[in-house]
């Protein structure tokens, strides 16, 4: 198993194709995890999550992903979802895109979406995916995505991308 790490990078201007449909992760008191999609590129899969907390849980996600406004101050902590992805004989972090939703005022709520790029189509047509939050009392959830073959099977530099 090779080390990796996924970038956050916007997918390709073009229409994807979904490989996915929405799949619960993770139903908890105050917490929500779901798979939104998958989509399929000709250089890779976009990833999308979402992740809605609320009560105590909503307060440390806030507290956690709260702008650092003293670059000085070492004791500052951020934290956020983590997501590792294992693709073929690469195992690594995903960074995300777009890691939170402005805030809604009122609401206790918090609510992120964001996205990862997977560059590349798995040979193997399966990807597995463990996410988890442990400062907002998310445990590691590891789950595997049957994805099928590669609806771009003539795609040229998949595996470069990666």
């Known amino acids: 198993m090779r080390r990796h790490r996924w970038p956050a990078l916007a997918p390709p201007p073009e229409r994807g194709l979904y490989v996915r449909s929405p799949l619960l992760l993770a139903t908890e008191k105050d917490l929500?995890?779901?798979l939104s999609s998958v989509t399929a590129f000709a250089s890779g899969l976009l990833l999308k999550l979402a992740l809605r907390v609320t009560g105590l849980r909503?307060?440390?996600a806030?507290?956690?992903t709260r702008p650092l406004t003293d670059p000085q101050d070492w004791s500052a902590q951020w934290s956020y979802l983590s997501v590792r992805v294992r693709s073929?004989?690469?195992d690594g972090p995903?960074?995300?895109r777009r890691p939170s939703e402005p805030d809604s005022g009122a609401s206790r709520a918090y609510r992120t979406t964001p996205t990862y790029w997977i560059g590349g189509y798995p040979r193997s047509g399966s990807l597995t995916v463990t996410v988890g939050w442990t400062e907002i009392g998310l445990h590691p959830v590891t789950f595997?995505?049957?994805?099928?073959?590669n609806p771009f099977p003539t795609a040229f530099g998949s595996e470069s991308a990666r």
């Open 32 to 34: 929500i995890l779901e």
């Open 88 to 90: 073929d004989d690469l």
């Open 62 to 64: 806030r507290h956690e």
């Open 144 to 149: 595997t995505l049957a994805l099928g073959p």
């Open 94 to 96: 995903a960074d995300p």
């Open 58 to 60: 909503a307060d440390f």
